[in-house]
């Protein structure tokens, strides 16, 4: 059962996904509200308004990769490694369900000379990006680009470019005050082939207006942002997708993250006689297991196993 004891309910949940063609197809823009998502990670993580930021912009760039993806079960996880004291920040997206964690999210800085939250300060400047995309049954699709800045919007158009070949704009933004998320969302742009030169020069031109796209949310919804925005460039919603915070772990999925960990691991927890308790990275639920269930795993750990792709749920805490 995931936590709903510390689930902000004085957010109500705005959290979508606008698709939108410009100019007849010529270019595409995904835009999104993620500020009910983002406040949900933040409180499930008691994280530090600059690791919700951080958090919150990578939920928001993977959310954009997640709805992107086709097939039912597919799912996308972007992995950030920096040299900063966040350390890794992984987030998850199942179409528009999303989940995330970092492993020092209650890092805390002082704010940048401009009054903004350094978010690059907590990340790091040097690492690198991993996407991997889980496409069910087939062969999993793995990018990876070095980091250019931290701040995780310019990062996101870097992997775009460089590990999709597909140029992109980028504006990532978390408004936090406090504990509490004022505003959370994104802009993604894409030209698509054929689209003229005019068109780019065009939205480029405009990019100021969405640069401080959290700031922007907070004096209209991105339906009438989105209107202002690229006026006279036919913006037309093509479709609209919720999004929502939420972990799709189980004692399922626990058990069979405790067998990848291999018979030799498993014996030594069984020898200690003590269970293993394995929490959640995304919920911080908690699954116990007695040693008896252990003595069964060590039966199943020592068949030969099909796929094993749980990286999404390693043991962290036995
Ligand atoms: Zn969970």
């Known amino acids: 059962m995931p936590n709903l004891e510390i689930q902000n309910q004085n957010v109500p949940n705005q959290d979508e996904m606008l698709r939108i063609d410009l100019c007849g197809g010529q270019a595409r823009v995904m835009l999104c509200e993620t500020t009910a998502a983002v406040q949900r990670c933040a409180d499930v993580h008691r994280a530090t ?28 996880t972007v992995s950030v490694k920096g040299d900063g004291p966040m ?40 690492g690198r990006m991993s996407v991997i995309k889980d496409l069910g049954m087939r062969k999993n699709y793995i990018g990876q680009s070095e980091l250019v800045s931290g701040e995780i919007a310019m990062d996101f158009a870097n992997y775009f470019t460089v590990s999709e070949q597909q140029p992109s704009l980028v504006a990532l933004g978390v408004l936090v005050s406090g504990e509490t998320v004022l505003k959370a969302g994104g802009l993604l742009i894409q030209p698509l082939p054929g689209c003229p030169d005019s068109l780019i020069d065009q939205l480029e031109l405009r990019s100021p207006m969405f640069a401080d796209i959290s700031r922007e949310m907070t004096f209209a919804p991105i339906r009438e942002l989105a209107e202002g925005w690229f006026r ?3 913006p037309r919603i093509l479709k609209t ?75 962290d805490q036995l």
Request: glycine share 8%; hydrophobic share 35%; proline share 4%.
């Open 232 to 234: 006279g460039l036919e």
């Open 241 to 315: 997708d919720p999004i929502d915070y939420r972990c799709t772990c189980s004692r399922d999925r626990m058990e069979k993250a405790l067998i990848s960990i291999g018979s030799k691991d498993l014996k030594e927890l069984i020898e200690e006689d003590r269970g293993a308790e394995l929490s959640c990275h995304f919920c911080h639920n908690r699954y116990f297991f007695s040693t008896e269930e252990l003595k069964k795993m060590l039966l199943r750990a020592q068949e030969p196993s099909g796929k094993e792709n749980e990286h999404e749920h390693a043991p």
């Open 49 to 76: 308004p600059v690791c919700t930021a951080a958090l919150g912009r990578l939920m928001t760039g993977t959310v954009m990769l997640g709805l992107m993806m086709k097939g039912e079960d597919e799912s996308v």
């Open 87 to 126: 350390g890794n920040l992984i987030a998850v997206a199942d179409h528009g369900h999303l989940r995330a964690c970092a492993d020092n999210p209650q890092v805390d800085l002082p704010l940048r000379e401009d009054g903004k939250l350094d978010v690059s300060g907590a990340v790091g400047h040097t």
